[in-house]
């Protein structure tokens, strides 16, 4: 059974700073792309990183130069560093395995201008 689990939101002032992170189970983590994803009320939900099994990242241009996604093989959690961040980032963040159907509980992201 696949499991994802993020944590790591909050309330942050425009500017700050958060790091997400996303535990992963019943997968082969190393093998599987990754991506965080993240629905603001009244908006379809969007792709904002993603990062393949080797590495390889893409952001949305809406984060580019602000976000950083990473994973950790070892422990099988894929992360997202914020910076800059801005009230328009204000949304709940979902991790989910590239092409894959299951997603986690989300984690809330609040910026305050």
């Known amino acids: 059974q696949v499991k994802l689990v993020e944590s790591g939101g909050g309330l942050v002032q425009a500017g700050g700073s958060l790091r997400l992170s996303c535990a992963a189970s019943?997968?082969?983590?190393?093998?599987?792309?990754m991506g965080w994803y993240r629905q603001a009320p009244g908006k379809q939900r969007e792709l904002v990183a993603s990062?393949?099994?080797?590495?390889?990242?893409n952001y949305a241009d809406s984060v580019k130069g602000r976000f950083t996604i990473s994973r950790d093989n070892a422990r099988n959690t894929v992360y997202l560093q914020m910076n800059s961040l801005k009230p328009e980032d204000t949304a709940v963040y979902y991790c989910?395995?590239?092409?894959?159907?299951?997603w986690g509980q989300g984690t809330q992201v609040t910026v305050s201008s």
């Open positions: 989910k395995v590239l092409g894959g159907v299951y």
């Open positions: 019943g997968i082969v983590f190393s093998i599987n792309g």
């Open positions: 990062i393949t099994s080797g590495g390889r990242t």
